[in-house]
């Protein structure tokens, strides 16, 4: 259920996130939380674009952490074998992923449901599969080290720095998300979702408004990827495997499809989570595994989507 | 044809499987009236209503719009072409409100581009007040401005019915094709109905009906073309309609229209 907000509070739930990333660390004990916070808004940006096409266009993506590695790579390779600045692989790396996700997409995004969801899969491993074996670029299945982001002289690293700029980044993609959903292209998406056929014959063309929300995911998922190795100070083709993609998904769905801030609180709990059960040492996995299925039992709609019809009834 | 024909079918085939759904069928439609296309369960009503309106393509003949040929055209193109419709099975978007559902159908009106609507410029918020406003007046045409920001989900069946033509209303339609907007309505409402297709057409929309309940076919039809088995059965007025023999008896049996004539005659 997509929760509708008159037009002037349409930005009320970044401001509540805002609020929340300021609060939040008087309450870090070290910079340790930092570092999670840090990232958490990171993945939660690529959650956040693949919401917009999961949770509001309904086209599934198994694939998306191909796009995060094609980002994660332009700012480990751009510097290392093109002599770019890192901030302009960002840009090199959101372009190609255009370039990418424009050309993968207009014959992919003809499927539907699984055959969608398989062809997704496929692309993400061609990706990784492309990643580790172009080592002469890419350092195979070693990985390469990242040269730091610098940005007007300023030296963006450490947990504290990080923790702020991926903030900032998270707000604004959020901004551009809740934009989008209350636009044309915005009402188009959803219409499209609930039923393919009445939007077609409204006039949307179906088509080429699934590949623009397609390319504009992939392009949240790019700076994330870029993000999170510029962060880690190296990169290896894992980035763009199917376990990340698989955890996109699973930070859309458990937030809830189609809440923005949902993907936000998504990415938080898969990220915090694992953090906390760190202290069962051999059943951490278990524990994880059972505390996502659990939430798929009882809260299926999604943790935000949840507390919104708590609250509103 | 002469101008004033807005759709033309001409000779159209389409099989599913080796079962001819519609069969030779042609028809013209002169604008700005109530064609109605009746016949029994099965005669390939809906399926000829999906041809024309570019869902399903045809394997023989032609569709023109408005003396254009368009066989073939998606829907969308179609729909930009000034073509609307309504579904047997409502096709509402049922996670989003009654206004949100007519808002899509101003789709063909806006012109936004995508990097505009990521930044609300002013010009997407000056559209979406434009589209909010024409939804709203749609929704008003059907009697549905208190509903309109319920979920469409939540709303009566009847309610369903008459947003979906809201929705259609909202892109200003030349050609209206509406699939058995009375279908699973009660007496009141189907009487407001035959209300609102009278005001379309009184706005100059052409309308093209397929409906099985014959009271209201009767009431706004100006033209009627009877379809049987996928083919094209006879076509006249009202009166015609009602008086002809093979009508009668693709829909009662033959042994029941003999004695319906003989009764009447």
Not at chain 1, 169 to 174: C, P, Q, R, S, V
Request: proline share 4%; charged share 15%.
């Amino acid at each position: 259920m997509i929760v509708r907000l008159p037009v002037r509070y349409r930005l009320a739930p970044v401001a509540v996130v805002a609020a929340l990333v300021v609060v939040l660390p008087q309450f870090f004990p070290s910079a340790y939380y930092y570092r999670v916070g840090a990232l958490v808004f990171i993945l939660a940006l690529a959650a956040v674009g693949l919401n917009l096409l999961m949770g509001f266009a309904g086209q599934v993506s198994l694939g998306h952490a191909g796009f995060v590695g094609i980002g994660a790579y332009a700012v480990a390779v751009g510097p290392t074998h093109l002599g770019l600045p890192p901030w302009l692989s960002i840009v090199a790396g959101a372009v190609l992923s255009v370039c990418v996700a424009g050309a993968v997409g207009r014959p992919i995004l003809r499927l539907k449901g699984h055959y969608l969801a398989v062809a997704t899969l496929g692309f993400g491993l061609l990706i990784a599969i492309v990643l580790t074996n172009e080592s002469a670029w890419t350092g195979g299945p070693d990985g390469m080290s990242v040269s730091r982001l610098t940005l007007f002289g300023w030296r963006v690293s450490g947990s504290v720095t990080w923790y702020w700029v991926a903030a900032a980044t998270l707000l604004i993609g959020m901004v551009l998300a809740f934009n989008l959903i209350d636009s044309p292209t915005g009402r188009a998406l959803r219409a499209i979702h609930d039923s393919d056929v009445a939007a077609r014959v409204l006039g949307v063309d179906v088509a080429y408004k699934k590949l623009a929300i397609f390319v504009v995911s992939a392009v949240y998922a790019s700076v994330a990827g870029s993000y999170l190795a510029l962060f880690n100070g190296h990169v290896t083709p894992d980035i763009a495997g199917f376990l990340r993609s698989v955890e996109l998904v699973a930070m859309v769905v458990l937030g809830g499809m189609g809440s923005i801030v949902g993907s936000f609180v998504g990415a938080a709990v898969l990220v915090v989570l694992p953090q906390t059960f760190t202290a069962l040492h051999d059943y951490e996995h278990v524990a994880l595994g059972l505390a996502i299925m659990a939430f798929m039992i009882f809260v299926r709609q999604g943790i935000v989507p949840a507390v919104v019809r708590w609250r509103t009834t | 044809m002469a101008n004033n024909v807005i759709l033309e079918v001409e000779r159209l085939s389409i099989a599913f499987g080796g079962v001819h759904a519609v069969n030779e069928v042609s028809l013209a439609v002169p604008a700005g009236m109530v064609f109605s296309i009746i016949g029994p369960n099965g005669a390939g009503k809906t399926t000829l209503f999906n041809v024309i309106s570019g869902i399903y393509v045809p394997q023989l003949g032609c569709v023109r719009l408005a003396g254009e040929e368009v066989t073939g055209l998606s829907p969308d193109r179609l729909a930009r072409r000034g073509l609307s419709r309504t579904f047997q099975n409502l096709q509402l978007f049922s996670r989003m409100t009654a206004l949100e559902n007519v808002m899509v159908g101003r789709h063909r009106h806006e012109s936004t581009g995508i990097l505009s609507e990521l930044l609300h410029l002013p010009s997407v918020s000056r559209q979406n007040r434009l589209t909010r406003d024409a939804a709203l007046s749609a929704l008003a045409r059907v009697g549905l401005a208190n509903d309109a920001e319920q979920p469409a989900g939540s709303l009566a069946y009847g309610a369903l019915k008459r947003l979906e033509i809201a929705r259609a209303l909202a892109s200003e339609p030349k050609l209206l094709l509406l699939d058995e907007p009375a279908a699973g309505c009660n007496p009141v409402e189907t009487r407001g109905l035959e209300e609102v297709i009278r005001s379309i057409v009184a706005e100059g929309v052409t309308v093209v009906l397929v409906e099985h309940d014959m009271r209201l076919v009767m009431n706004v039809s100006d033209r009627i073309h009877v379809l049987a088995s996928g083919r094209s059965l006879a076509e006249g007025t009202a009166a015609e309609i009602q008086s002809n023999l093979a009508v009668m008896e693709a829909y009662l049996g033959v042994d029941h229209s003999r004695e319906r004539a003989r009764a009447v005659g």
